[in-house]
């Protein structure tokens, strides 16, 4: 199906409406709890901007460096970029759809499900680097569909530009770069490489990850050692479990389940697009093999349920009137529903009563949004507590990146000094100078603290006021005031690396 000019810019109306109609009901609802653990972590390294951190490529804390300085500490303007990214994917979609010849039946079909499919819901509820991550592989994915559809070549200009943005957030993108090169490799469409289209999309994308490629290497591949240590976590604890499952409960809208089955089967068996069902195979194949976690195959459902869209809206059409008019009516209330239930999940619909206590009973992201406040104001309780020259030269030692984060933000308002953290890259940042005398010690356990540090007594408890069992309320509640490691400072510190 050829689409005119006039077409294309009225076929855009309803993708806008749907992507604008989601990033509202973010914006009307990001602001409810607070920040999550993760985000704490990026903004804490937006105020150490480098080419490079521990856990995770620059660009993320880039962006919520400009964020910061736009918007200071404002949860709905923070997250304010998360929401467009989420947006563009949306429309994205419905683009996707139409260029695999798709009606607008077809676009606003493949809008709606990826708008109301769990994990890209859940993208635009928090600052993440997933955020990202999901808007790169959909682009990814529509420029290489115009590649093959057109044959220009600049399409590979935009294409290693976007991965090589794709390199600067989040290093799961390899999956997908290894997907496209077997798919072009594999198919017919080899012809399209080594091209001077091709070797400038390459140059580019390398161009782009250099600076984060030289930090590495300066950094004796840190973010390696890094990874090997998150990944044995996650396979111990049981993290990579349930990974086929959870392609068809939360990586896509339950009801848009026939639309990236019916999308994989068609591009399989076209011989023109058939590369890109590699997006999708190998970056599978990958990840299940390799234990990854469910969700880091998120990114790949919205160009599967595009193309599924634009097939079953040519099967729809060849129905009868009342068939056809059945069949769209179940497929979008059950697109509904299922994104309404999402939605109860995922989402702080409501800042009190019995939506509320939904959401954080089954949402364990939204419970670790709650208490950071309260946990600094707690800390600098027990430093009014003390004695004015303990206060004088004193210093809060943190055991996680949310606590180095809410202590970092919240506490200049509190008067409290920056915290002592050796996890990621908190660690990379050494150790204060002068060292202080007097400890305020969080997130251990009080066998932990006294093994690490001296004199070691209790002094206060964390929680939060809406009694929310979480990481910080549950694990380590207590707060201690000790005296200086057993260990020189030099030796704590190297001894102490945490990954996290």
């Known amino acids: 199906m050829v689409h005119s000019e006039a077409e294309r810019r009225s076929d855009n109306v309803p993708l806008f409406a749907i992507a ?7 914006l009307l609802t990001n602001g409810r709890y ?3 653990r993760d985000e704490l972590q990026f903004l804490s390294d937006a105020r150490h901007l480098d080419w490079g951190f521990v856990p995770y490529p620059p660009l993320t804390a880039f962006v919520e460096r400009i964020g910061l300085n736009i918007f200071g500490l404002s949860l709905v303007g923070l997250r304010l970029f998360s929401v467009i990214a989420q947006a563009v994917v949306i429309f994205v979609a419905g683009l996707m759809a139409r260029e695999f010849g798709g009606s607008r039946l077809a676009q606003v079909t493949a809008a709606c499900a990826v708008a109301l499919s769990p994990l890209p819901l859940f993208q635009g509820t928090e600052f993440q680097y997933s955020s990202f991550d999901l808007l790169w592989w959909v682009l990814v994915g529509y420029f290489a569909l115009r590649l093959l559809n057109s044959e220009d070549q600049r399409w590979w200009v935009a294409i290693g530009a976007v991965l090589g943005l794709g390199l600067m957030t989040k290093y799961t993108i390899v999956v997908l770069i290894a997907g496209l090169i077997l798919g072009f490799v594999a198919t017919n469409a080899r012809r399209l490489l080594l091209t001077p289209g091709f070797v400038a999309g390459v140059a580019l994308a390398l161009l782009i990850f250099l600076p984060n490629l030289l930090w590495q290497t300066h950094h004796d591949w840190i973010t390696f050692h890094f990874l090997q240590s998150i990944h044995a976590r996650d396979v111990s604890e049981q993290r990579a479990d349930g990974f086929i499952r959870d392609q068809f409960l939360l990586n896509a809208n339950l009801f848009a389940i026939p639309l990236w089955i019916a999308g994989l089967v068609r591009l399989l068996r076209s ?12 970056p599978f194949a990958a990840l299940y093999f390799g234990k990854g976690r469910f969700y880091y195959l998120a990114p790949a459902y919205p160009l599967l349920i595009a193309v599924g869209a634009a097939e079953g809206g040519r099967w729809v059409e060849r129905l009868g009137r009342r068939s056809a008019i059945a069949v769209e009516a179940v497929l979008f209330a059950g697109i509904a529903l299922s994104g309404a239930l999402a939605c109860a999940v995922l989402i702080p619909l409501a800042s009190s009563g019995p939506l509320k206590a939904f959401a954080l009973k089954n949402n364990g992201d939204l419970r670790e949004e709650i208490g950071w406040e309260e946990l600094v104001r707690s800390v600098a309780g027990v430093r009014d507590s003390l004695p004015l020259d303990e206060q004088q030269n004193l210093g809060v030692v943190v055991a996680n990146y949310g606590e180095q984060g809410a202590i ?3 506490g200049p308002q509190y008067g409290l000094p920056l915290p002592i953290s050796t996890t990621n890259s908190a660690w990379l940042r050494g ?3 002068p060292q202080p005398t007097t400890l305020v010690v969080i997130g251990r356990s009080q066998r932990s603290a006294e093994a690490a540090f001296t004199n070691c007594r209790l002094a206060a408890h964390t929680g939060n006021s809406e009694g929310v069992q979480n990481e910080e309320s549950r694990d380590h509640p207590d707060i201690f005031v000790c005296g200086p490691p057993r260990q020189p400072w030099a030796e704590f510190w190297r001894d102490h690396r945490n990954f996290g």
């Open 271 to 282: 011989p023109r697009y058939r590369a890109l069902a590699f997006l999708y195979l190998v």
């Open 408 to 410: 970092e933000m919240f």
């Open 34 to 36: 607070g920040f999550h």
């Open 431 to 433: 150790y204060p100078t």
């Open 20 to 26: 604008g109609l989601i990033a509202l009901l973010h």
